[in-house]
């Protein structure tokens, strides 16, 4: 889907993680360039479904890379900040179902 090499979509996805996790508390002043985000996504040929699939492969590279330190407590808020950024990118994106 991504005209870029791995390399660089893998920098893309970790800036853009490390902004959105350095806003949290104030996950509205990055809305609009998560917005951005999605709208450049459905130019890609992203559908809702990909996001899910996305989600789970960066759980569990999560998971590996906390190993020990990978609890139900940090798994779920990790879900939880993962369904509110696809939800946003899904919304902004035109589509109308969530990931399930």
Same mark, same amino acid.
């Given at each position: 889907?991504?005209?870029?090499?791995?390399?660089? *979509?893998?920098?893309?996805? +970790?800036?853009?993680?490390?902004?959105?996790? #350095?806003?949290?508390? +104030?996950?509205?002043? +990055?809305?609009?360039?998560?917005?951005?985000?999605?709208?450049?996504?459905? *130019?890609? #040929? +992203?559908?809702?479904?990909?996001?899910?699939?996305?989600?789970?492969?960066?759980? /569990? =590279?999560?998971? *590996?890379?906390?190993?020990?330190? /990978?609890?139900?407590?940090?798994?779920?808020? /990790?879900?939880?900040?993962?369904?509110?950024?696809?939800? =946003?990118?899904?919304?902004?994106?035109?589509?109308?179902?969530?990931?399930?």
């Amino acid at each position: 889907m991504f005209h870029t090499s791995r390399e660089e *979509q893998s920098k893309k996805i +970790v800036d853009m993680l490390s902004l959105i996790v #350095g806003h949290l508390h +104030v996950l509205h002043e +990055v809305n609009d360039d998560i917005i951005q985000l999605a709208k450049r996504h459905v *130019q890609y #040929g +992203v559908k809702a479904h990909h996001y899910k699939f996305v989600a789970v492969a960066l759980l /569990w =590279t999560l998971e *590996q890379g906390l190993g020990k330190d /990978w609890t139900a407590k940090v798994k779920d808020a /990790w879900t939880a900040c993962f369904t509110e950024l696809t939800d =946003t990118m899904i919304k902004a994106s035109g589509y109308s179902s969530k990931i399930a």
